[in-house]
DNA sequence: TGTAGTGCCTCTAGTGACTAGAGGTTCAAG
DNA sequence: CTTGAACCTCTAGTCACTAGAGGCACTACA
């Protein structure tokens, strides 16, 4: 049984976050102290640890939620969090997509202008005001 | 002179988009009808496609904020402009790597699981809730 | 046993960049 | 002159936290 301080320095998560995922319903409200205080088991590390690794890999709270009540019924197929898993895969890989075009452009656009000038020949200011000198869409 | 409905149209920013834009201090204040609506000129439209077009680079309010307070002053150096731009850059370039090495993980985990067994021995939610199962830091 | 100091409690409000909705007014077409 | 779409302001909600106020609980040491 340990407090919330010492989970929080185990996981890593910040104690109020933690008490955000109980508010959220991610984490069991755990049991308390005569004075009101939270004490945790290494069930709830557990649980915290899970749900800490999965939002570093960019897991919204929704999505987290479904994998644990998938976890809840150990007999059930696990097709879904697949699913889940394959969906984050393909959110991930449109988001780099997306993040090179605006690489490229902006490299474009930086490399444009060397600083030295002034504002008004300025080829970074020129190229955010006129879309039509951009490479590529995005 | 346009409602602001047309210059929406025209950017193809929404409405309350542009009103929350001039909240903001990006867009002036324009004038107005009799009827307190508001009537754009081209120089609003212009004002609105920068900003339109720097937000979908990934600039954020308050570098845009800076890059038109730099118009402002088109006798000035470009070099704060040039600055501003290689910034995003080189969060855009961080972003990548980051979700590159997320892509990695993901592509692991959701290939691990053929999503054909069952929850209790499925390798997704094992992954997710032992780190040490990763094979790169994220 | 007393006390100091750190840790914990709840609650509210703020972040960024919008988005949604209520309730009311104005405009333009027919 | 009427109808209905577009406009107005204001408040509150989104996501995943983070910060702060004001007050109580726990623990270590004297």
Known sequence: MFSIGELS???KVKVPTIRYYEEMGLLAE??????????????????????????????SIEAISSLIELQNHPDRS????TKIAEGQL?????????????????????QGCDGRGVVEDCYVLASLADHDLCDQDH
């Not at 088991?41 to 915290?48: A, H």
């Not at 696990?78 to 969090?81: D, H, I, K, S, V």
Request: charged content about 40%; proline content about 2%; hydrophobic content about 35%.
């Open 30 to 59: 755990p049991e308390r102290t005569a004075g009101n205080q939270r004490r945790y088991t290494n069930e709830g590390l557990e649980r915290l640890s899970f749900i800490r690794h999965a939002r570093d890999l960019g897991f």
């Open 9 to 11: 320095k185990r996981t």
């Open 78 to 81: 696990c097709e879904a969090a």
């Open 90 to 110: 393909s959110e991930v890989r449109a988001k780099i997509k997306r993040l090179k075009a605006l690489e490229n452009e902006l490299k474009r656009i930086a």
